[in-house]
């Protein structure tokens, strides 16, 4: 039975077919309470109006484009990027659902910096720590297709009002990808983007790399602050100083969202 959402704002009901008990972050958290992430949830519901266009990188089993749809219409675009199948299975099944397709579109791959095939190493017990990297741990792994974010968007966007991007450590390689195409465009979408130094190096880049990057746009950069609900202004080298302090923890796992771009109304 798929789950009713609780989230405020929302004009009609939603459901989500979700994950069953091995799966305890992402969908045990629907199935108790009904939101996920809930400041991240209300950023997303303030920063989207009808005619945008929202990407997600790393869409799990579609919370956020479901409850993004009704949002950007009319004459708005999703497209979610997934390349786990049993999440991918999911995503689409909650797009029709909840009757999304109108606006919605699903890729079963990921975004990176060279188009190609990789290796998804998979979580027992986390369907959203899923990662294209190997840490030794004994994961079992599937192929998967990569495409280059700005070769594959590029023809396909005008625009790009806001871009979520939650990959587990292969955020450096989406963005380098992307970078190109995000330049040309009218104007820099917000950007939502986890950090987490560990997993980036566990990737092959670093915490400091992927603030470098960031901060090429030249925009604004804020803190997610999800204890507050608030967003907390911070500098690029405010950003890089942190990500090299949990680097010099071993095996310190800290890790924080970052918002890039203006700030959202009302927060």
């Known amino acids: ?3 009713e959402l609780r989230i405020p704002g929302p004009g009609r009901p939603l459901r989500l077919h979700v994950h069953g008990g091995a799966d305890r972050y992402v969908s045990r958290r629907l199935r108790e309470e009904g939101i996920w992430e ?3 949830t209300a950023l997303v519901l303030a920063a989207l109006q ?8 790393g869409a799990n089993i579609g919370y956020y484009p479901v409850i993004a749809a009704d949002l950007v219409s009319p004459g708005g675009a999703i497209l979610a990027f997934e390349p786990d199948p049993d999440n991918f299975r999911l995503l689409e099944q909650n797009l029709r659902l909840n009757g999304c397709e109108p606006v919605a579109r699903a890729y079963r791959a990921g975004l990176a910096d060279t188009a190609g095939q990789g290796q998804l190493y998979l979580s027992d017990d986390n369907a959203g720590d899923h990662q294209i990297f190997a840490t030794g741990d004994g994961r079992r792994s599937l192929p998967i297709s990569l495409y280059n974010g700005a070769e594959f968007l590029r023809g396909k966007v005008q625009r790009i009002d806001l871009l979520k991007i939650d990959v587990q450590g292969a955020e450096y390689a989406v963005m380098a990808g992307l970078l190109p195409l995000l330049v040309e465009l009218p104007r820099v979408p917000r950007i939502i983007i986890e950090l987490t130094p560990l997993s980036l190096r566990q990737a092959g880049s670093s915490g400091r790399d992927l603030v470098e990057l960031l901060a090429t746009l ?12 608030r967003l907390a202004a911070c ?3 405010e950003l890089a100083q942190w990500c090299d302090d949990v680097d010099a923890v071993a095996g310190d796992i800290g890790f924080m969202n970052i918002l890039v771009g203006p700030a959202v109304p009302g927060h």
């Not at 030249?218 to 609900?229: A, F, K, T, V, Y």
């Open 235 to 237: 500098s690029a080298a």
């Open 1 to 3: 039975m798929p789950v």
């Open 38 to 40: 809930p400041y991240e």
């Open 50 to 57: 009808p005619g945008d266009v929202f990407v997600d990188v």
């Open 218 to 229: 030249g925009q604004p950069l804020w803190i997610i602050d999800h204890i507050e609900h």
